[in-house]
């Protein structure tokens, strides 16, 4: 079920031991993952201190792009559900110092609301 929730654009979330295990070389001190959810080739990564997306990059995937997102810098953010013809959801991201937003693509799917409640907690204490 993993791969047909990728290949239709729906998130799903990832094994926690293995994120540690993967992103230990990029965390610092104190800083540990609560949370990532895959997105075909992309990731959403959850620490307790910022926001990191990752996006793979070419064929081979080998080329990985690492955004760090700190909570605080998250001035607002949106979801735009699929509708009756539009299959797409749309995650949007405003960050400060940004006059354009971050947009992700999801699948018509309620795992889009996953990753929107988890954002949520973050920025909303």
Not at 85 to 91: G, T
Request: proline share 2%; hydrophobic share 40%; net charge neutral.
């Amino acid at each position: 079920m993993g791969l047909f929730n990728a290949l239709m654009g729906n998130a799903s979330e990832v094994n926690l031991e293995k994120l540690n295990e993967e992103y230990k070389p990029i965390l610092v001190d104190g800083e540990y993952i609560e949370k990532g959810y895959k997105l075909i080739r992309d990731m959403f990564v959850f620490t307790n201190k910022r926001l990191i997306l990752v996006d793979k990059q070419g064929i081979t995937g080998s080329k990985v792009d690492f955004v760090t997102i700190p909570y605080g810098s998250i001035t607002k953010f949106s979801k735009e559900s699929a509708g009756l013809l539009d299959f797409d959801a749309e995650l949007k991201i405003w960050v400060r110092g940004e006059a354009m937003p971050l947009k992700k693509q999801f699948g018509k799917d309620n795992n889009i609301n996953e990753v929107y409640q988890v954002l949520s907690q973050h920025i909303l204490k």
